[in-house]
């Protein structure tokens, strides 16, 4: 946990403890009746903090989820299960759960608008049956009768705050772990995520499940709140309108969760003992809309950015100038001696691709490609625009399915295997365009790509290893040449057995593109991973690769040592573009 998360969990805990010995001691029922409202819309909140803020998925149904475990509470309440009210809560929420499942299985194959839709014709389907039948007790006019030592308003505020409190330790514990750091992956690139052997099924399915859950208890301590809930507390409506707050405020961080319960709970009570315009709300509502435009994030996850963003330039101003990557443009780049390009192990094929082939349509992208790249060796991928890199890496790494030809990984065979598979038996990659969460440190990032909590030690050693900042240093302020090294270390920080690099110099000088090829060179025997690198940049290719393939128009039209290849007329006739299009 950072400082700041580390202040802001701190200040939400302060303002908790002060709020239950304030509220039952000095407020009047009424204004404790709405602090109790306030701190369960709070707790449904954290539910979309998890779905909308962590996961980035467009729900609209976690009322739908909140009026399961009411339902349930009141349905135990009424046949005098035993166990107790907080017993009857946590069933609640877990009820919640295989819907929560259910509900995320589109998720899977669709997202955005449609997944919206989809949720909220749940919310929709739910509010009919609710309409349609009433929730257990309402009939028998049997009250759920809250436990002691809880059973005063005074007494149910505090326990809605520890409830409160706990889900977002929980949550606070969760973030740290690679589920809660791979949503935020998710949120920013599913593609990504696969890559660094996350499961998106998995991880997103165990969101809508834990939201769920949340909902669920949130539901059942509205029923502990009311005694009996009518459908109305559930509308459709209210997923709706609590989901448009998710995206202002951000209920991931945990004073986002307060602020949201607050605004949906007294913000129109506050403003008529004002006196003020009920429109007033809708203004604040605008004004948070604004905010969220013109950052592309929550108000919260703006302020939070701007706070560690403002620690991090300090951090950076007070270390050796030298060491700072924003002043390599004006003092000389340390370019690392030049070393023999690892040649590899004879006879030992870390990944081999025979007769790859990929097509389009009609369009033939890959035609019967052959590829080795030997354990221990850097070898490079090279061509024009348009030639087949880029297909290549994706067909290898699992994106594109349905290749012709066949994969191994170490002598056996990944064929049909899916990318996050293809990355945990040890085949990772980077992209032409990195899409880092920017909430993220290094360290951070670096964890997600290794699969484990990297030793502090290990996680810079790789960073000084690839000339990136201090790990504490957070993605939102390091350029882009310096993310796609951080995209490199993370894909060696998870020592594959072949990490295959797309374009990794794109951004950088001349200087620095020399000094990235002659520190590939020695990731093979610094860390025991073998390199495809794709390059445009002929001066990093003879720096960091003993071996060479071209592609051309998807065919295989040199492939050897490097400066054979490179020397060849065919070669260098199809980079000054005179080369003619092979028949297929």
């Given at each position: 946990m950072n400082f700041i998360d580390r202040r802001a969990t701190l200040t939400v805990l302060g303002v908790a403890v002060a709020a239950c010995v304030v509220v039952p001691n000095v407020l009047s029922p009424y204004w404790i009746y709405l602090a109790i409202s306030a701190v369960v819309s709070a707790v449904i909140m954290q539910s979309y903090g998890v779905i909308v803020g962590r996961v980035g998925v467009m729900s609209l149904c976690q009322m739908s989820f909140a009026a399961i475990g009411a339902w349930v509470v009141l349905r135990l309440n009424l046949s005098d299960a035993p166990g107790g009210f907080l017993l009857w809560l946590l069933l609640g929420g877990l009820a919640a759960v295989p819907v929560g499942v259910a509900i995320g299985l589109p998720a899977l194959r669709i997202r955005g608008v449609n997944l919206a839709v989809v949720t909220f014709g749940f919310a929709v389907s739910t509010d009919i049956v609710l309409n349609a039948n009433q929730f257990p007790?309402?009939?028998?006019?049997?009250?759920?009768?809250?436990?002691?030592?809880?059973?005063?308003?005074?007494?149910?505020?505090?326990?809605?705050?520890?409830?409160?409190?706990?889900?977002?330790?929980?949550?606070?514990?969760?973030?740290?772990?690679?589920l809660g750091m791979s949503w935020l992956e998710l949120r920013h690139s599913e593609r990504a995520a696969a890559s660094h052997g996350i499961s998106v099924a998995r991880s997103k399915l165990a969101a809508f499940a834990i939201s769920a859950f949340i909902a669920g208890v949130g539901g059942g301590l509205m029923a502990g709140q009311l005694g009996l809930v009518v459908a109305g507390n559930f509308a459709m409506m209210q997923s709706l309108a609590l989901f448009a707050v998710a995206i202002l405020i951000g209920p991931h961080n945990p004073e986002g969760a307060v602020m949201g319960g607050v605004f949906g709970a007294v913000m129109a009570t506050i403003l008529e003992k004002l006196k003020l315009p009920q429109d007033l709300g809708g203004m604040l509502f605008g004004v948070f809309a604004i905010f969220a435009l013109r950052s592309g994030v929550s108000q919260t996850d703006f302020t939070r950015a701007r706070k560690r963003e403002r620690q991090a330039r300090k951090f950076l101003e007070s270390a050796?100038?030298?060491?700072?990557r924003e002043d390599a443009a004006s003092a000389p780049v340390e370019v690392p001696a030049a070393v023999p390009p690892p040649v590899g192990r004879a006879g030992t094929a870390a990944l081999a691709a025979r007769g790859l082939g990929v097509r389009y349509g009609e369009v033939v992208a890959l035609d019967a490609v052959d590829l080795t790249v030997p354990e221990g060796a850097v070898v490079g991928l090279i061509g024009p625009n348009g030639a087949g890199k880029s297909t290549f890496i994706a067909a290898v790494t699992g994106f594109v399915p349905g290749y012709e030809g066949a994969i191994e990984l170490d002598g056996r065979s990944i064929d049909g295997l899916s990318p996050s598979a293809r990355a945990q038996r040890g085949l990772r990659r980077t992209f032409q365009t990195t899409v880092i969460a920017p909430e993220l440190t290094q360290y951070e990032y670096l964890a997600i790509g290794a699969g484990r909590r990297l030793p502090k030690k290990e996680a810079d050693e790789l960073l000084e290893f690839f000339g990136c900042p201090p790990g504490d240093v957070p993605v939102s302020i390091v350029d882009v040449g310096t993310r796609r090294l951080l995209d490199v270390a993370a894909a060696v920080a998870a020592r594959p057995k072949v990490a295959l690099l797309d374009e990794p110099a794109a951004g950088q000088s001349a200087a620095e593109s020399l000094?990235?090829?002659?520190?590939?060179a020695q990731v093979p025997e610094r860390f025991g991973v073998s390199v495809l690198l794709v390059e445009h940049d002929m001066e990093l290719v003879r720096a960091a690769c003993a071996q060479v393939t071209v592609l051309d128009f998807g065919h295989v039209i040199a492939s050897g040592p490097t400066e054979e290849v490179l020397e060849d007329p065919a070669v260098m006739a199809a980079y000054l573009g005179t080369a003619e299009v092979p028949l297929s």
């Open positions: 007790g309402t009939t028998e006019l049997k009250t759920l009768v809250r436990p002691e030592p809880f059973d005063g308003d005074g007494g149910y505020f505090i326990l809605a705050v520890v409830v409160f409190l706990l889900i977002a330790a929980g949550l606070a514990l969760l973030n740290r772990t690679r050796d100038a030298g060491d700072r000094r990235l090829g002659r520190t590939l």
